[in-house]
C-alpha cells in the first residue's frame, strides 16, 4: 500500500486555511469558494486547528449562534490529529474511521504539506484492490 505522501503526489498540496480571529462566515464562504469540506486552522505557520463542515454544523447552527460574530477559534477542533508523509494510507483510514473524521493535515516535521480527507483515502484503498484483482486474473489465465 501507498504512503500519504504518494496520494499528495497525485492530488497536488493544495492548503486552504484560515487564522483563528477570523470570524466563521468567512471560513464558510472560504470553503464554499474552495468547495473544501475543511479548512486548516493556522496562527502564522503554526498549525493550530481544523475548522470542518461538522464543527459549523455542530457547534454554531445547532447551537444558535452567529456565524459572523462567532471566531474560528471558538468551534475548532484543537488539536488536529496529524498524520507524517510516510504514514501508511491504511493506517490513516484507521485513524480517520476510529477518529470520525474526515480530514488529516500531513505534517512533515513542523511545517503543514498538504491535506488528505477520507475520500482520498477511500479512492485509493479502491484502486490497491483493483491493482491486486487484476494481477491476480493475469495469473489465474496465465
Keep these: 500500500m501507498r504512503q500519504v505522501k504518494h496520494l499528495l503526489e497525485g492530488k497536488g498540496n493544495d492548503i486552504y486555511s484560515i487564522a483563528p480571529d477570523a470570524p466563521v462566515l468567512d471560513a464558510i464562504k472560504h470553503m464554499a469558494e474552495r468547495r473544501v469540506g475543511a479548512l486548516l486552522v493556522m496562527r502564522g505557520e503554526r498549525l493550530v486547528g481544523i475548522l470542518s463542515e461538522r464543527d459549523y454544523a455542530r457547534k454554531v447552527i445547532l447551537q444558535g449562534r452567529s456565524s459572523a460574530q462567532t471566531a474560528v477559534s471558538e468551534i475548532m477542533s484543537s488539536p488536529p490529529l496529524t498524520v507524517g508523509p510516510d504514514t501508511d494510507v491504511f493506517d490513516c483510514m484507521r485513524l480517520c474511521t476510529d477518529?470520525?473524521?474526515?480530514?488529516?493535515?500531513?505534517?512533515s516535521g513542523e511545517q503543514v504539506i498538504g491535506?488528505?480527507?477520507i475520500g482520498d483515502l477511500v479512492k485509493e484503498v479502491i484502486d490497491a484492490q483493483a491493482e491486486q484483482i487484476e494481477q491476480l486474473q493475469r495469473y489465474i489465465t496465465s
Design 99 to 107: 477518529s470520525r473524521i474526515r480530514h488529516l493535515p500531513v505534517v
Design 115 to 117: 491535506v488528505i480527507s
